[in-house]
């Protein structure tokens, strides 16, 4: 894949795209796991084509228990290491900020605890993946499957932007996949404890505030 040729990219399944971008850029291609049911797929697709792919979480620290169990479920069955990435430890956030920033400063506090451990794992690699789908949010619709991402000085690539909520349970079905149960107790999109409830597409993320974003994919 050339740079000339990214625009072709929007042609692409997600499988041909996974393997251009290993073909380009591994190992210096890096994925982004929330343990979300996009990272399960992911993880299964990617792995199938290059079995040394590279994955990586943020670590807020303030995660479900489902989500660190869909975690370690992920390792078990590929037999891979994710790496780990974390903001300021709690404790040193609470004696800098105050008890409950989530709650004052929700910026504030995924800017420490997601959006400064990003910056350090995509310090030195070419291109990550992440798991974003247009369908997910208004503000999602415009997602392409590969750009330039500005910010952090390296591509980005979603190769399931393009897929329906129906195409990710399918392929999860088809492949018997680990995924996190919190899907299946009403939570579409998953977060951190203190931020997430149960509620459609990403309804359910800082609900009866503005905030729609961690800021980590702006
Ligand atoms: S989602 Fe909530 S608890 Fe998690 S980092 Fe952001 S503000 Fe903090």
Redesign the pocket.
Known sequence: MTLAATHEVERLGAEELLEQLVERFHPRLYVACSFQKEASVIMDMLLRIEPSARFFTLD?G?LFPETYATWRALEERYGVKIDVYQGMSLARQRSLHGDA??ARD?DA??GI??VAPLKEALADVDCWISGLRREQSPLRADTPKLHWDDRHGLYKANPLADWSERDVWNYIFKHDIPYNALHDRGYESI??T??TVPGSGRDGRWAGTEKTE?GLHG
Request: glycine letters at 8%; aromatic letters at 8%.
């Open positions: 807020t303030l920033l989530w929700p506090c995924c605890r997601k977060g951190c203190h931020c961690c």
